[in-house]
């Protein structure tokens, strides 16, 4: 798969004029394990490299996650993680951890050609994001963040248990109320047993309640403040990443406590900017603000006015701004 086999022919150059934003290479890169990954290219082939690394854990790459970049300037790679989005086998959890998600993106780096490039992503991304970086340092040019969150159960605790019933008591009492009276003091944790759980009478309520209670939490403006709790056991397509979540979660994301805030140095001389929503009820601004300060080579930019979202007002902007000027920085 390389990054742009055919960019020279008319019919390739005619292509990217009408859309700028249109793959250059789309294809599936098999990484063992039974795990073959969803992998696509924009820009421009000789662009400054860079890799997008999409949240959830368990969501996927989206057509405008490629507008991030500017095509006159990057060459960025967009791949849908182990068990998310097109990559295959769809939902699959075996050999999905993230030491298996950093070795992928270094066989895409390789892939590619690519010496060093810059790494962008925003909350589980973001995750991800500094995970690689820590364990491949020679290889990142610059780190664009959003909404940093360090994969820990705690920060996720914080989240449903406190900030929850504090911002949206009412939503905290659906949420509580899915759940049997016996299993509510820890309600985490009894969310992701049942997300878990292999009956559909079990996992389909709590998934759909787990997912609409968090995207409440990433909207600063919610669409939705309650749970439809007659819905819930209504058949529907169940949402991915519910189940993805609780599989990284229940292992605190497979990494040793607050791994990455410890291992911080690593980052020392890798240029950073951190886009931080000011009301962030999921990742809040304590977090980046801890990160920025271990790192010497970051720059935390707040976004007032906004929340977790990547299209709450101002904060798209805010990160496509960031990482045109970490290229610029990273150039220099």
């Not at 859309?19 to 890169?29: I, N, V």
């Not at 009492?173 to 016996?182: K, N």
């Not at 309600?187 to 995207?215: F, N, Q």
Request: aromatic share 8%.
């Amino acid at each position: 798969m390389g990054p742009d086999a055919d960019a020279g022919t008319a019919a390739k150059e005619a292509v990217r004029r009408a859309d700028p934003f249109a793959p250059l290479t789309s294809d599936m890169l098999d990484v063992g394990d039974g795990h073959e990954l969803y992998v696509e290219s924009v820009g421009r082939s000789d662009g400054i490299p860079a890799i997008y690394l999409h949240g959830g854990p368990g969501s996927g790459c989206q057509p405008d996650h490629r507008r991030l970049f500017d095509p006159d300037r990057f060459c960025a790679v967009l791949f849908d993680q182990r068990g998310c989005g097109r990559s295959r086998p769809k939902g699959s959890r075996e050999h999905n951890t993230t030491a298996h998600l950093i070795a992928d993106m270094e066989k895409i780096r390789e892939k590619f050609g690519f010496a060093r490039w810059m790494v962008v992503g925003g909350s589980w991304g973001a995750t991800l994001a500094l995970a690689y970086a820590q364990a491949h340092p020679e290889h990142v040019s610059g780190i664009a963040l959003r909404a940093t969150f360090l994969g820990t159960r705690a920060e996720v605790e914080r989240a449903f248990t406190v900030r929850l019933p504090q911002f949206y008591p009412a939503l905290y009492e659906d949420f509580l109320s899915v759940l049997p009276p016996e299993e509510r003091a820890r309600p985490v944790d009894a969310y992701y047993r049942r997300i878990l759980d292999a009956d559909p009478a079990v996992h389909g309520p709590a998934s759909r309640a787990w997912h609409d209670t968090e995207r409440a939490l990433s909207e600063h403006k919610a669409a939705k403040a309650r749970l439809d709790l007659a819905s819930l056991n209504v058949w529907r397509t169940l949402p991915a990443t519910p189940f993805m979540e609780a599989h990284y979660f229940v292992n605190d994301s497979f990494m040793n406590q607050d791994q990455l805030l410890r291992n911080a140095g690593r980052l020392e001389g890798i240029p950073g900017m951190i886009v931080q929503g000011r009301y962030d009820l999921l990742c809040p601004p304590e977090t980046s603000h801890a990160l920025a300060k271990l790192w010497p080579g970051s720059e935390l930019r707040i976004v007032e006015e906004a929340g977790h979202s990547l299209y709450d007002a101002g904060v798209r902007d805010a990160v496509m701004k960031s990482i045109a000027d970490l290229a610029s920085k990273a150039a220099r």
